[in-house]
């Protein structure tokens, strides 16, 4: 992080919030070199990703509404809200390092089911079932039984 002041890279966060509900990381920086302070705010390279949905309509993509569906399979688990926060912000990173500005929901459900295999094995069923549109009970096998060979 570049101090706008004196363009040092020598800068220390002294304080950082929430604001919208964790949808922006907001951090006072602190220059080391002219001490100078100033305000940066995460997040801001995804808000023009554009999410483009099964039947070809494109959306913004909207941290919340993902945090809310990952939140709702995550229901009644050992999953915190920091662990949520964490697993949003690691899709988050993942999307911003992709050369594009586009990204098919299906690939974003992907990231999630990847990241919840690892956290929490009933809240990736749980979103896999609703992410994958199972439509019988052998989708649901299949999903356990990739579940157990991993
Ligand atoms: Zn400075």
């Known amino acids: 992080m570049l101090c706008p002041y004196c363009r040092s890279r020598q800068t220390r966060v002294v304080d950082k919030r929430d604001a919208q509900d964790g949808a922006v990381i907001r951090r006072r920086r602190k220059c080391l070199d002219c001490d100078q302070r100033f305000t940066t705010y995460e997040q ?3 808000l023009d990703m554009a999410v483009i949905k099964k039947d070809g309509a494109r959306q913004n993509f909207d941290r919340q ?3 809310q569906k990952i939140q ?13 926060d964490a697993l949003v912000a ?3 990173q993942r999307l911003i390092s992709r050369p594009t500005k586009e990204v ?3 690939a974003i459900g992907e990231m999630v089911m990847d990241a919840l295999k690892d956290l929490d094995q009933v809240a990736y069923i749980r979103f896999a079932s609703v992410y994958r549109d199972f439509h019988d009970a052998e989708d649901f096998e299949e999903a356990l039984k990739q579940l157990q060979g991993s």
């Open 72 to 84: 709702v399979a995550c229901a009644k688990r050992p999953v915190g809200p920091e662990a949520l």
């Open 104 to 106: 098919a929901s299906h």
């Open 44 to 46: 801001s390279a995804i």
């Open 90 to 92: 690691g899709i988050e």
């Open 65 to 67: 509404k993902l945090r």
